[in-house]
Nanobody, 121 residues
Framework: QVQLVESGGGLVQAGGSLRLSCVVS????????MAWYRQAPGKQRELVAS???????NYADSVKGRFTISRDNAGNTMYLQMNNLKPDDTAVYFC???????????????WGQGTQVTVSS
């Protein structure tokens, strides 16, 4: 069983910062690409940023220059540093990871339960 648990969400004023964390736990062999997605009320879930095992990163245009994704492979943890937050960043943020769970031989997609980020104007 593989679990992804996010933390770090909350309420912040526009221009403020938050740091999200996602920890992968359970029985698994390895973690491939990890990513943060978000979903605002009435909108589709969208990719915010992704990071490969070797730490190559990709960002949505709307967060470039403000958000930084990183990971600690030894600790099975991914982070999202969010600076200069805007009201439009308000959403539930989800952790996603491609994990090779034991005893599988392929990678499957796993999701966390989400953490709420609210940015007030």
């Amino acid at each position: 069983q593989v679990q992804l648990v996010e933390s770090g969400g909350g309420l912040v004023q526009a221009g403020g910062s938050l740091r999200l964390s996602c920890v992968v736990s359970g029985s698994f062999f390895s973690i491939d690409t990890m990513a943060w997605y978000r979903q605002a009320p009435g909108k589709q879930r969208e990719l915010v940023a992704s990071i490969t095992y070797s730490s190559s990163t990709n960002y949505a245009d709307s967060v470039k220059g403000r958000f930084t994704i990183s990971r600690d492979n030894a600790g099975n943890t991914m982070y999202l540093q969010m600076n200069n937050l805007k009201p439009d960043d308000t959403a539930v943020y989800f952790c996603n990871a491609r994990v090779r769970a034991l005893p599988a031989i392929i990678y499957d997609n796993y999701w966390g339960q989400g953490t709420q980020v609210t940015v007030s104007s």
